[in-house]
């Protein structure tokens, strides 16, 4: 989601804007784009607006969940231990040293942060889950890629990847029950795979079960397909279970899922994984 607000706007760069965005007010557009096409967008902003001002604010990686670029404005973004705020143009003669002592405390911003966090639970965001022919993403290979769209709380979108491998493991088949004959008749490229998940992906929240590991994995493989990674901002749900769920022998997503109640299912595909880790993070919202 991004937001562009402009004064002076000229109508050939209005036009350019109409074609991504949805104009709202005079100046001002809303819409939702790639992370690719956002920057393009903001290039052609600062190239064509002249004397006007620009804002941007958009999703971004990172604890705001939220970023901005400006264009000649007095409005100047400033960071304070790690959050972005806007300097008025009141201040913008005051030194760095009273900026800062008019600025909130760091432990204010961490209680400011602590409170955003608890009263606002993530509603709309993306579940994804890989299996793989082994552990290490140096020597083995994506083998099943699924996502899970939810949007203001109700699944809207499914979808699900066999990749082709040259081979599979006896334990992988086991566990999973993905043969060579499956990737013979329904397998595609890891690329054309990588491509429609990371724009399923892009600019959204991610929830992932034991996130470094599918990352390691999915880096790896745009990195080997000369894919760009996408800006996403990632949740770990097993992170999650770890803090809340006590007393279990270990935290694997079918192990919490039993512990909190939840009916799993024998099948160990990523289609699968996320709907069941959709199950267990509403589960522990609840708790929390």
Request: hydrophobic share 40%; with cysteine.
């Amino acid at each position: 989601m991004i937001v562009v607000s402009m004064t002076n706007c000229p109508p050939k760069l209005r036009g350019d804007l109409s074609k991504w965005l949805l104009e709202i007010n005079t100046g001002v557009y809303v819409g939702q784009v790639s992370s690719r096409v956002r920057e393009a967008l903001w290039k052609r902003i600062c190239d064509n607006i002249g004397s006007g001002q620009a804002t941007m604010v958009f999703s971004a990686n990172n604890e705001q969940h939220l970023d901005f670029y400006v264009h000649n404005t007095a409005w100047q973004p400033i960071d304070l231990d790690g959050i972005k705020l806007m300097k008025h143009p009141e201040r913008a003669f005051h030194t760095a040293e009273s900026t800062q002592d008019n600025a909130p405390s760091s432990a204010a911003i961490r209680r400011m942060n602590k409170r955003r966090r608890r009263s606002s639970t993530v509603t709309s965001y993306v579940l994804l889950d890989i299996e793989t022919t082994g552990l290490s993403c140096e020597s083995c290979e994506i083998l099943e890629i699924a996502a899970v769209t939810v949007s203001a709380g109700k699944i809207t979108e499914q979808c699900s990847f066999l990749i082709n491998v040259d081979s599979i493991p006896d334990e992988i088949e086991q566990l999973t029950g993905i043969s060579m004959q499956h990737i013979s008749s329904e397998g595609i490229d890891l690329k054309i795979a990588l491509e429609k998940i990371f724009d399923t992906i892009d600019d959204k929240n991610v929830l992932i079960y034991n996130a470094p590991f599918d990352l390691g994995f999915l880096k790896k493989a745009a990195e080997k397909c000369s894919l760009d990674f996408p800006d996403i901002y990632t949740v770990d749900v097993m992170e999650l279970a770890r803090k809340q769920v006590k007393n279990t022998p270990d935290h694997k997503l079918k192990t919490v899922a039993e512990s909190l109640g939840i009916t799993t299912r024998q099948n160990h595909r990523a289609l699968d994984d996320c709907l069941l880790m959709n199950e267990v993070y509403l589960k522990l919202n609840e708790n929390h």
